[in-house]
Structures are given as C-alpha cells and as structure tokens.
C-alpha cells in the first residue's frame, strides 16, 4: 500500500534521433506525492545536452487546469546532463501538476532531438497528507498538514495518513505487515538497531511517531520506517494469525497477509486455559486468555534431556523412515552432554533448519543449522562439514557456547530458543517463530518418547537423568534410570 517515493534526481534514460516530421509519442513518466512546496528539480539525461535547446519553451510545468507555471528557472548544470528546474514561487498545496519534457530538447552530439515526450505528474503538499482509501492500490489524496496531530485530529473515516508516498499512520485495528526482511529499531529515531524479521510478520499496532511507526512483536517494543511495512486497515482485512487446541496440542497458524496464505505447525502442550478446539490470539506466543505458559522455547537450554542417542534415532525413524538424520542420535547426545546442552533441543534445531536432514545444505555440505546460509543467498554463503557430527560440534563449540548462551557472548539474549523478544531468536533467525517452531520439535519428539522432558518446564528444581541404553529390558522402558530434584 505505497505510492512512488519522492525520488532526489530524476534519472532520464532519453533515445535521440534526427528530428523528423513525425508527431513524437509521450512517455508517461510516473506519478510523484508528498511533493514539497518548494521542491526544486533535477533530471540527469544519460547524455550531454545542448545548451540552447534546454529554455522554457522545452521544460514546461502546467497545472491541473493545463496552466503554465510562470517564473521557472530553467537551466543546464555543469556536467552537461542534469536540468535543473526551480520555481522562484512555491507551488500552491494539494495541487497536481505535471512537467513535461519537450521533444525539441537535443542532445549534444550531432543535433538529435528526443525521440519521444516525456511527463511527470506530481502532486504538492505539506508533509503529512490524508489519502481515502477505495482499495489497498486505489488511493485519492485529500488535505495536507504541517503536523501528523493534525492530520491525525482531521481523518475521516477511511482515511490514513502518508508521508514520502508510504503510509504512516492508519486507525486502529489496522493490521500492519512487514514487506521483505526488515529491520527494527529501539526507538522512534531509528538509529539504534534491535532485531529483524523477514517479510510478512504481523506486528501489533501501537502508535505513529513523525518519521517511524511503534509496534510490538513478542511483547517487544520495535520501531520501523514506514516504507518497510503495509498497513491493512480492518474493511481490507482478509484473516489473521491464532492458535488453537487440537487434541491437547497447541498449533500456531501463522497468516500471510501480503499473499493471504497460511501455514500451521506443532507449539507445544495446549495451556490449560484453552478449551479444545478453542482458538485465541496471542501477540507473545505466551499468554492465552490472560494465564501464562511454558513451552520448550522457554526452557533453559543449559538442563539435560532424559534420552539417550538410540531414542532419538528411533523418534527420527518413527516420523521420517529415510532420514539422513538416523544414525546421529549418539552425536547430539555426545557432543550435548560434553558442552552441557540440551541434546532433545540439539536434535529438533537440526530437523528444523535441515528438513529432517534432507535439504540441499544438509546433503550436500553436511551442514544441519543452516550456519552462515544468510538470507538471499543461502546455498553458497552456508559452511561446510565433513560430517554431520562436525556440524553439530560447530554449533556448539563455535555458536552457542562462544556466541549466543554465554553472558559476553556477541548475541546472548538468554538461555532459551525463546522469540524476538528475548533468547537466541532475537539474532539466530530472521523467522519471528523460529523459536517456537524448534520447540515445537522439541515437544512432538518429547510426547513420543514418553514425555519425561516436559518436566523440566513444569518445575525448575527437576534434575533429569538420562536413560540407559538398556532400559528397555531393566525399566520397560518408562523410567528414567534416576531421577529427582536438586537437593
């Protein structure tokens, strides 16, 4: 929901040709808003121009009623390319006007005129103009302010308010959409960078700063530049993200709003504040109809699993028979028990970022986390292993333990997977619910297994030990071999 940018220099791309009686065509240039009063004008040719064609009868700006705007300084700067055009009187507000570039300006070299006319429709204004909305790309441009209060005090309803051609402000209930990856910021001077996510992450709404929009994601105040987000005003709105009880499972369906799609995946044990088949928006992924819950994001992931190396293997056969994956239960355990991490978390990291070991990055290089595999150009930037283990000892030895679950690590938020507001999801991943997709992972593999994990979010005091390999034949499989609270 943008209009164009007002841009500093209008590049030109002209084609010069010998002049002929021909009548040139006109090329329609594009439409600019949010044009300042007294803007002034600089179209850079892709070629020299001569001097003498560049005068008022080739430049010419007209107004809506096709009058000519007299008092334009019209001339040609030193490199020979750029016009600029200067009106010496500021251009009335909230009018349109169009600049038209004649086709009789001629080029420096062998006397050719443009081939074809050219026309720029702009549109003057104060700095913050409401627009009726007739549809998210249907836009009518209403009243300018000099102040956003003013223009705030003034909307109608059906309105929102632009600034540089993005909107800034728009009632509330509006939903508002990243675009692509996007940066945030810690306050509204958008100088201090916090997190990032990548496109299509709802935010929460909160309120408009002159040059920023305030949102919230994960319970976490974020700022945003308002070309980086769309906002969907509610008479537009075609769904929204939820979560819901299906069997005692708490699902998210996260929603796409840009490309009006959904995608749902596993989170966690349903709170029990939530009815089966009950469906509630939760904005931190925490607090359902206002109780709180723990899910494996939330988990510290210094406390050790129950399962051995064979019981992973044998969830990982359960779920995916052909994965590359089985096989390597040992490795998660081992290389978790040597650095004190998690190896249940281990496991569901790399069935997450590998695709249950199947993805090209997996195949391939033997890099099961996705290390170094950045946004926009994943294959080639990803590291390569000589074996899966040697990837999962990376992780640990060279990520988590220097980088992300060390209090002076570069990118230490906590303990946890958690999300954007705190843990290793805050700069790990660009997916706002990469952190809860792992343990989603977590829980899926943990209920298999018998479920013995999940007591370490219901009572922080619990000590985990590990199964024997042999507990099947000493415990019938559904003990641990000790277990307990710390004394």
């Known amino acids: 929901m943008k209009m164009k940018w007002l841009t500093p220099v209008l590049v030109l791309l002209a084609i010069f040709a010998f002049a002929t009686c021909a009548q040139a065509e006109t090329k329609e240039w594009g439409e600019e808003i949010n044009v300042p009063a007294d803007k002034v004008w600089h179209i850079e040719f892709n070629t020299e121009l001569k001097a003498s064609s560049v005068n008022p009868s080739t430049v010419i700006i007209k107004n809506e009623n096709g009058e000519r705007v007299p ?39 062998g006397n050719k005129a443009l081939k074809e006319k050219v026309e720029l429709t702009f549109h003057v204004s104060k700095e913050f103009q409401t627009v009726t909305l007739n549809g998210l790309d249907d836009w009518e441009l209403g009243t300018s302010y000099d102040t956003l209060r003013e223009g705030v005090q003034n909307a ?55 040059e920023a929009i305030e949102a919230e994601i994960a319970g976490r105040t974020v700022f945003v530049k308002p070309e980086d987000v769309t906002f969907i005003p509610e008479a537009y709105q075609k769904g929204e993200s939820y979560y819901k009880n299906a069997g005692g499972t708490l699902q998210h369906t996260i929603y796409r709003p840009l490309s009006e799609s ?35 994001n939330h988990m510290d992931l210094r406390r050790q699993s129950h399962y051995t190396g064979e019981m992973l293997d044998e969830y990982i056969s359960s779920r995916v028979p052909d994965s590359p994956l089985i096989g390597h239960g040992d490795a998660f355990v081992k290389v978790g028990e040597e650095y004190g991490i998690n190896a249940l978390y281990l496991m569901a ?75 290793m999801n805050v700069k790990y991943a660009s997916d706002p619910y990469w952190g809860q997709k792992i343990a989603g992972h977590m829980y899926m593999a943990d209920q298999h297994l018998g479920g013995y994990d999940q007591k370490l979010l219901e009572d922080e005091d619990y000590v985990a030990e590990k199964f024997e390999e042999e507990s099947d034949d000493e415990n019938n499989g559904d003990q641990p071999a000790d277990e307990g609270k710390a004394e």
């Open 156 to 210: 109608q309803n059906g309105q929102v308010i632009i600034k540089n051609g993005s909107v800034l402000w728009a009632p509330e209930g509006s939903q508002l959409a990243t675009d692509a990856f996007t940066v945030f910021y810690n306050d509204a001077s958008l100088t201090s960078q916090s997190t990032y996510v990548s496109g299509q992450t709802e935010l929460d709404y909160v309120r408009s700063h002159n």
């Open 349 to 423: 990291h790399a069935i997450h970022e590998s695709a249950w070991g199947k993805s090209r990055i997996a195949q391939d290089k033997n890099n099961l986390f996705g290390i170094d595999a950045h946004d926009g150009n994943a294959y080639e930037a990803a590291m390569e292993y000589e074996s899966f283990e040697a990837s999962i000892r990376y992780l640990v030895e060279e990520k988590l333990t220097k980088q992300y679950l060390v209090e002076d690590g570069s990118y230490f938020n906590g303990y946890t997977l958690g999300n954007k507001s705190t843990g």
């Open 71 to 109: 008092d334009l300084d019209i001339s040609l700067m030193e490199d020979g390319k750029t016009v600029k055009v200067d009106s010496k009187v500021d251009y009335p507000v909230d009018t349109k006007y169009t600049l038209h570039i004649l086709d009789n300006i001629e080029s420096r070299f």
């Open 262 to 296: 959904y995608a749902t995946y596993s989170y966690g044990k349903a709170p029990a504040s939530m009815d089966e088949g009950e469906t509630v928006t939760s904005w931190d992924g925490r607090t359902f109809n206002g109780e709180e819950a723990k899910f494996f």
